[in-house]
């Protein structure tokens, strides 16, 4: 059985991790390895960076964000910002809200046993 502070110190430990958008990121680089220039897409999403009064972590002055002018996206680096701007671009998403009243074709709805 572990030890209160080795528990509190797991729990520490998986607050600090970052969720890495990793298949986001290969998408993105198989496009570019395909000659998808993401950056000229054109749509609401760009890059922008978000100048903080003191260093963030590692000393970085800025945090990359991709914004429509409603969401906001904090990333870990820039070029991060503007590839993913481009692919929400690309992708034609304008925004990022739900559809509160979509429903599936009625070929694939569900349909309770009777």
Do not use: F
């Not at 059985?1 to 890495?20: C, D, N």
């Amino acid at each position: 059985m572990p030890s209160t502070m080795t528990a509190h110190h797991e729990s520490a430990a998986e607050r600090r991790r970052r969720y890495q958008p990793a298949a986001i990121y290969h998408l993105i680089e198989s496009l570019h390895s395909r000659g998808v220039d993401l950056a000229t897409s054109s749509g609401p999403w760009r890059a922008i960076a978000h100048h903080l009064q003191r260093p963030g972590r590692k000393g970085v002055p800025v945090l990359p964000i991709v914004t429509n002018g409603l969401a906001q996206l904090m990333v870990d680096t820039m070029e991060h910002a503007r590839d993913l701007a481009g692919l929400l671009n690309w992708c034609g998403v304008d925004d990022l809200d739900p559809v509160p009243d979509l429903v599936p074709p009625p070929p694939l709805r569900y349909q309770a046993a009777g």
